[in-house]
C-alpha cells in the first residue's frame, strides 16, 4: 500500500500498471529476459538494426543501458520502449536477471 501510494505521486502509470508488482522469487534467466524483449523491443532491436538486442550476448553486453531505459519516466524522450512502457514486474525481470548473475540458461 505505501509503495504503490509513493509510485502514483511521482509518476502516470496506470494503476493496473503499479498493482502488477509481484515480487520475483525464483532466480531469472535469459529465457524470461527474452520473451519480454521479443514482445516489446525486437521490432526496432533485432539483428541487424543500429542496436541489436537479438542474442544473449546482446542483452547481456547492453543491460546497464538496458536497465536505465525502461526505468525512465514518462515523457523522457530516451525512455524504452519507445512510445510505450514496461509493466513494474517486467522491469523487475531485467533488474533481477542482472541481480541473479546474467545466466543464460
Ligand atoms: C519503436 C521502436 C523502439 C522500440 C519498440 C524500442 N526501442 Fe530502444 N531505441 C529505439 C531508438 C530509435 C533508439 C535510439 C535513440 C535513443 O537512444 O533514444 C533506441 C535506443 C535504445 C537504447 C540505447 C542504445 C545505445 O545507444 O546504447 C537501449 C538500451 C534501448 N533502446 C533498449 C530498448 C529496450 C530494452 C526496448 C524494449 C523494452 C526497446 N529499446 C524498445 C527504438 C525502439
Redesign the pocket.
Known amino acids: 500500500m505505501s509503495s504503490a501510494a509513493l509510485l502514483t505521486a511521482c509518476d502516470s502509470r496506470t494503476y493496473e500498471e503499479i498493482s502488477d508488482n509481484t515480487p520475483i522469487t525464483a532466480p531469472v534467466r535469459y529465457t524470461e529476459v527474452k520473451a519480454?524483449?521479443d514482445n516489446?523491443?525486437i521490432?526496432?532491436?533485432s539483428a541487424g538494426s543500429?542496436?541489436p538486442?537479438a542474442t544473449y550476448t546482446d542483452v547481456k553486453n547492453?543491460i546497464d543501458?538496458?536497465i536505465?531505459?525502461?526505468q525512465r519516466p514518462n515523457g523522457d524522450?530516451?525512455k524504452?520502449?519507445?512510445?510505450?512502457s514496461?509493466s513494474q514486474t517486467q522491469i523487475n525481470t531485467f533488474i533481477k536477471w542482472k541481480a541473479d548473475g546474467l545466466t543464460e540458461n
Open positions: 519480454i524483449i516489446s523491443c521490432n526496432c532491436h543500429f542496436k538486442l547492453n543501458g538496458i536505465d531505459r525502461i524522450p530516451g524504452m520502449p519507445q512510445g510505450g514496461l
